[in-house]
């Protein structure tokens, strides 16, 4: 069975920081483009952050660059999303999806292109 598990949510203060991963179970990530997306609660799910299958090219949305870094282990089978300097506005449930592109050297912040999806976990960025 082909599953995708975030981990890594929880609850931090404004400033500060949080590593989400995602696991790949029953296929290897090697050959997908991995994307973070997020859903807001009375909002739109969106792009946030993708890597490339070949870890070559990265994409992010404008409201974390600079904040937020993709990164991913093919030999851990693991995408990581590392966010510092977290904002309110930044509170979410976040996905992790798998897109098989023919071109290993791109990725796309589109939801349409994402095959997989995880479970999708929570970020509360609060005092």
């Known amino acids: 069975q082909l599953q995708l598990v975030e981990s890594g949510g929880g609850l931090v203060q404004p400033g500060g920081s949080l590593r989400l991963s995602c696991a790949a179970s029953?296929?290897?990530?090697?050959?997908?483009?991995i994307g973070w997306f997020r859903q807001a609660p009375g909002k739109e799910r969106e792009g946030v952050s993708c890597i490339s299958s070949n870890g070559a090219n990265t994409n992010y949305a404008d409201s974390v660059k600079g904040r937020f870094t993709i990164s991913r282990d093919n030999a851990k089978n693991t995408v990581y999303l590392q966010m510092n300097s977290l904002k309110p506005e930044d509170t979410a449930v976040y996905y992790c999806?798998?897109?098989?592109?023919?071109?290993?050297?791109?990725?796309?912040?589109?939801?349409?292109?994402?095959?997989?999806w995880g479970q999708g976990t929570q970020i509360t960025v609060s005092s």
């Open positions: 029953g296929f290897t990530l090697d050959y997908y483009a």
């Open positions: 999806a798998a897109s098989r592109l023919y071109n290993r050297g791109n990725c796309y912040l589109t939801k349409g292109l994402y095959n997989y």
